[in-house]
Every structure is written in C-alpha cells, then in structure tokens.
C-alpha cells in the first residue's frame, strides 16, 4: 500500500506510523485499547474478583441468593453511574449526586408520610422524586453552563446544599415510607428477581442506546471531545451541558426511588460515598475524565466489580474501612492504567 | 574559512512502514545561519527531532565539534550546547520572565532560589538579545507573541547554547518582530552561535541565511547552497523536483445581478474592527486580506455568530441572524472553516464520517435516532469525491494529513449545502500538492451558488483565489476591489501603511 500512495500523504504515514510504534510496545495495552478487548478485560477482572470470593467465602459467595444480593446492591449505584457515564463523557463530573440522591428520598417520603398525604397515591412519590432529582441536575447545569462555574467548584457546592436541605427537611430523622402500593411494586419478583435490577437494566438498555444511536449521544461525545470544535459546528453547547445533567439527576432520583424501595426509609444519609463509586465505576469502564469517551458496557462492569468487592468484603466480614482502602487503591490503579492507554493513543 | 560545528552523515529514521528520513547530511559552520527547506513531510521536524535527540536515529552519524557523539536523550543535547526552539513555544504563562529563563536550571543556594541573581541575569541575558525593555519579573503570558520568543531565545542563551535551531519563529510575528528576530539572530551569529532556521518563506531566507540544506522525501537533495548565489526557481525545483507556481482555478465572471447572499451591515466588535459593511453574491468568492491581528478572523467568526458582534447586522439570504448566535447563522446555512482546524473544527479520535455528518446530525435522525448506515454511505460519496486519502471513513481523522483534515472540514459544509462558507487560512499546514487541490475544490463551491469569504496571511492566495478582495487593516477596511486590479505589493503598501509612519 505504500507503493502508490502520492507524496502529499508523506505526513499521514508519518504520523501513522508514529503511532504503530507507540503501540507496539506491550500486546496487552494494545488489546485493551480496542473496545472489544477493554470489555473484555472488565469480564476477566470480574471473574477474578468472583474467583477471589469463591475462595474467601467459599459457598456463601458462590450461592444464587448471592448473587440476588450483589445485583440488588448494584443497582442503585449502578443508575447514578449510568448517568455519570454521560456527564463524564460530556467533559463534566458530578460530585453532588449521593446528597441529591438523599434530598430526594427525603423530600418524597416526606411528602408520602404527611398526615395529608397518607393515602396518596404512589405516583406522587415518583414524581416528587424525579423533579427533585431533576431541579437539581437543572441548577447544575445551569451554573456550569451558563454561569460558568467550573463543574467541580459547581456540583460541590450542590453537595453541601442539597444534603444541608435533606437535614432540614427530615429533621435529621429517618423517615418510614407509609405508602404500601410504592414497596409491594418494588418488592415483587419476575422469575425470582427483584424488579429493582429488572430497572436497572432498563436504564443500561435505553443509555446504551441514547450514547449509541441518537443523536443525543453523538453530541455528548462532540461537546466532551473537543467544546470549542462543537460549539463552531453549530452544536448548541450550553443547552446540551444542561440536558446532561438534568439527566444524571432523574438517574438520581430514580436511585432514590430504588433506595427508599429496599429500605423503606428516606434519609438525609442516604447515598453516602455514591460520587466516588459512580465516578470510579465510569472511569474503570472506560469513560475519559477529559470527556469525550466513555462506555456504557463499561460502566456497567465498572459497577459489578465494585459490587462484588463490598459483597466479598461483608461475607467475610472485614470491616467498612477496609474496603475503603482497597476502593481507593482500585480507582487509582484504573485511572493510571487509563493514562498510559490514554497517553499512547493521542501521542502524534 | 569557519570551523565546522555539525557534522550530520547519512541519517536514517524509520518508522514502521515508512523511511521518515533516509540518508540526511547536513554540516554546520559555527556562526552561520543555515536555513533548512523543504516541503511539508520532507523530514524537516523529523530531522531536528533527531538532532535534538528527541527521536534517535536508526543509521549514519553526528560529529559534534569534531566528536562523534551520540546523545541519549534530549537533557544530553541541551547539555552539549543545543538549543530548539519549537514552533509551539514551550513557556509557562504564569510564571515570571526570570523563571521562565531558569526553569529546569534554577539559580539555587541549597534549595533556595536565588531571585535577584536570577533577575539580574536574564536581564543580562535580554540586553543581549536587544530586548532591554522586557523586565524579568514580569509575567510571561502578559507578553505577545514576541516577546515570548525573545524570552524562549534568552533560555537557550542561558545554558550557553552552541547551536541554536529555530522551526518557523516568524510564524507567529508580524513584520516588526521578524525584523527584530533578525536582528538578534545577526548578533548571536557574530557571537559564534550557529543557527538552523527553518521558514517556508523564501524571502526571509534571503535576508537572514548563509546557506541552505533542501530536503525532499527525507533525503537531502541539495547542501550548502550559499544564498546568495541560488536563484529561488532553483530551490522551488529543488523542494518540489518541478518548478511550480500556485495554480489557481480560472475565474467564471459572476453575474454583477446575481442574488446577494452574505450581507453585513456596519458590523462591529469593540475594540478590533469597526464598521465593515460587506455583501457576497451568490458564486462570488470575497477575499480579506490583512496582517495577523488586523482584524480578519475576527471579522469570520463575527459574521459566523461566534463572536457576538457590537454593533451592526448580518443577514443571509434577507433573513437577519441572531447576534452572537452560531446555531442561528449555522441554520440559516452558514459554515466556518476556523484557522485552527484541530482546536477549533475536529474531534480528532473520532471517525471520519462522525466529524463530516456532526453538523448535519438532524439530517440523519428519525426521532433522535440516527441512521448510521446513510451517514457512512453520504461520507464515503463526499470523501471519494474530494479524494480524501486514505479512502475509508471509519478511521480516526488525526491519522490524517493536514491537507486531508481540510477536506474532511469542507466536507462537512459540503454535506449541510451551505449557502455562505466563512474559510480561515483555509490552506494553513496544507502541502503544495493538496493545496491546489482544495483552491480547485473552493471554486467548484462557489460555481454551485454558494458566497464564499476567504481569510488568508498569504496575499497570493487571497488574490489568485478571490473574485474581490478586501484589505484590512488595524480593524478597518482599507481598500475594497475586484481582485485582478490588484497585485501582491500594492497590497502590502495598504496594509502596511500608516504603521510606518
């Protein structure tokens, strides 16, 4: 091929060939750097972690009630990192989304325990929780997009709004979800799985199709990859950063949903620590802090990992701190192999 | 007769699946400018690159000072005594003046830094270089573009550089800093310094060089050439192996009644341009010309809603455009070719077809949903038709060349049927070869009815290219014509004038 190539092509071939050599250096980075082949990295490291549980735990791990464990625990986290995937992928992050994650459990169960309200129907605490979660997101990305406040600096600011308001909305007190419709629906099973991770999945089904297949997903991955260069081809950049984050916020509130389901409380302490499991979770999937790249497949085994880890961690009952150790260790390994993939690929 | 500073024999860097350069020599005497000239691909950056021993060389050999010497890594090089300064200066904008100078050899007595030494001798260092009037402690990134070369310039001189190797510094000066930037050279030079000068301007090679290396293919063609002596046909045939000038298309007379397209009235930004009234006719290509930083781009991407405008209206096809809007000029089928095509226009790993179709995007959706077979299939039509090489849309466009890139930009313009077309440096980073090609590509748009503005700091282009032409200067329009009554200087004089003074 490089016979009948013309001599204005010098550079391509200069720079392709720059980048072979880059690539050459280890078989495995260079697998992993393909889709197919990162995906199917996630599945070894899953399997590892699965192996690592069978040995520890031997047949409390291995047990199909187990597994029902790990996916339930999974889900609720796993929808706020779905959402993440997107915001990361749009050159954003989030760091607000377990205190909207509890304003919203708050602010729904409050309204489902009111006096008033006792026999209101379990509409209103879906729709209470959802616009909450969504305001929430809308104030974000209003702030980000048009206020100009550097997401970080913006979505840590909602941190501490939005829990300060559960506070004050629950009066730092756990509240009892009185509402029988809203927890039977959650606590039935279709051939004996929760209806919670049938959710979750639906949400990974309709992302994976968002991000994919509309045009929705090809402009989150423009305004990420390169803003100024969107913005010019006549994308309407501001507008789509705020639909970001209105959509990780629903995907907040629809956590909330899940939560309040499994423990029949709202609370101001809901969602602890869910920013860092659902940033890890996007990156260990692939999603580039620098926006612009990001996988929803990923993000899903990012989450399953993690699941698996804390269920490992509580059956051979180690203690909360423990995990935190080895979770932080986990992220930064993820994120500095992701350099070094990350470092070969837009070297020219 | 001089010493020989640099002696390079027989160099050979091969990359997989291609010879980046095969069989370079090139000598260097101290104290001389040596220019170094060749084509886009030629193995010029490559070729520093391996001098600066950023990249070691598979074959041949480097006698430095009459020593073969062999450098392990670029800190070695800049250890021996040579300098490059990169085209993309290297400094950090925040930091002073001073520090810039120092960075990475800090003046320090046991981890202190020793400030007043420091300022005391980068401004011993500026003076030196004739810039007495930049103060060390000042910001670098306060500086323009100008001072921030000289700064570069004084850290070379700081670690008593020998060979100082400069890649196209007049790139980013305007004409009074390339006549300082000469000035400085000619007293390094006179210091014993020698200096690789790499241009893609013939002229500034006459004034500053001694001699000249022409590369071709990664090869040296031609070595030591003294200036004087060579006749600039006789490089071009050298650096293209034909002698060549621009082609330009033929221009087909456009209708004086045709429908005007682009209409600006009294546009203006504050502060850089001010009342530019400007109408293009369908077919009609307008050319800006004008120094950098007269106004140029600006006046693009003002008229593109990029930058919203003061004061004045821009109207396409009788209907008025949102002010400071991009989605409102982009709908009413205004494109931009923006001067930066990596920063400013692509998404650099994604595909070819995704960077043709991203401002089209609802032209291929049902509800949202995009139908990715049919944007392959438009994508793989427009690129076959423009000759995008290599063919294929589903590879990454940063494995393309420059030439290539553009293609893909005005392809996504092709593919939206624009009715007006801002391009800015539309053959920036583009090769010869290429080049004639997307002139050709730009007139066969506008023979199709669309009004078209070219920015370019190449005044040949703007002239061989545009049916009028407009110059600009400081922000106001100072001459408005049709291209042909017009010539290359009388050009230069409108644009410079009053400056001089």
Known sequence: ?348 | MTRVLLQMTGIVKEFPGVRALSGVDLDVRAGEVHCLLGQNGAGKSTLIKVLAAVHQPDEGTLEWDGQPVSFGSPQAALKSGIATIYQELDLVPDLSVAENIFLGHELSTAGFSQRHRANRTARELLVRLGHAEISPARSVGSLAPAGQQIVSMARALSRDTRLLILDEPSAVLDQEGVANLFRVIRGLTAEGVAVIYISHRLEEIRQIGDRITVLKDGRTVATGLAVAETPTADLIKLMTGRAIEYVFPPRPSVAADGPVVLDAQDLSLAGVFGGVNLAVRAGEIVGLAGLVGAGRSEILETLYGARRATTGTVSVDGKQLRRGSVTSAVKAGVGLAPEERKSQALLLDESVSNNITVSSLAAFSRAGFLDRGSERTQSSKLTASLDVRPAGVTRAVRTLSGGNQQKVVLARWLLRECRVLLLDEPTRGVDVGARTEIYQLIRRLADSGVAVVVVSSEVEEVLGLADRVLVIREGEVVHEGPATELDESRVLDLVMEGKVA
């Not at chain 1, 949400?203 to 509309?214: D, E, G, Q, S």
Request: glycine fraction near 10%.
């Open chain 1, 1 to 348: 091929m490089t016979e009948n190539v013309p001599a204005s092509d010098e550079t391509a071939r200069v720079e392709a060939a720059a980048q072979e050599t880059a690539r050459e250096d280890n078989p495995v980075l260079a697998l992993l750097r393909t889709s197919a082949g990162r995906n199917a990295g996630l599945v070894v490291a899953l399997l590892i972690v699965c192996v690592v549980g069978a040995i520890t735990a031997g047949d409390r791990f291995t047990s199909s009630d187990n597994a029902l464990t790990i996916l339930r625990y999974a889900t609720t986290v796993g929808v706020v990192s779905i959402g993440m995937t997107f915001v990361i992928i749009g050159g954003g992050i989030d760091l607000s989304v377990g205190a909207i994650l509890a304003l919203a459990s708050v602010w729904c169960t409050t309204l489902a325990t009111q006096q008033s309200a006792q026999d209101s129907h379990w509409i209103v605490l879906v729709l209470v929780a959802l616009a909450v979660g969504a305001g929430c997101g809308l104030v974000n990305g209003l702030l980000v997009a048009y206020g100009g406040v550097v997401p970080f600096i913006a979505t840590l600011a909602m941190l501490a709004s939005a829990r300060g308001l559960a506070e004050i909305i629950s009066d730092k007190k756990t509240q009892i979800v009185q509402v029988p419709d809203f927890v039977d629906f959650f606590d039935r099973e279709i051939v004996g799985i929760g209806i919670s991770v049938y959710l979750f999945a639906l949400v990974a089904l309709v992302a994976w199709v968002l991000l994919n297949r509309t045009t929705f997903g090809r402009r989150t991955i423009a305004v990420g990859g390169n803003l100024e260069a969107a913005r010019l081809a006549g994308i309407n950049v501001k507008r789509h950063t705020v639909l970001l984050y209105v959509l990780l916020g629903i995907c907040c509130g629809i956590a909330a949903l899940m939560l309040v389901a499994r423990t029949s409380t709202g609370s101001s302490t809901h969602g602890q620590g869910y920013e860092l499991e659902a940033i890890a979770a996007a990156v260990i999937g692939g999603a580039l802090l620098t926006g612009g790249r990001g996988s929803i497949v990923g993000t899903v085994f990012g989450v399953l990992i993690f699941a698996t880890i804390t269920n490992i961690f509580v059956l051979n009952n180690r203690s909360q701190s423990e995990q935190q150790l080895l979770r932080g260790a986990i992220i930064v390994a993820a994120v500095l192999l992701q350099q070094r993939l990350a470092s070969r690929n837009s070297k020219t």
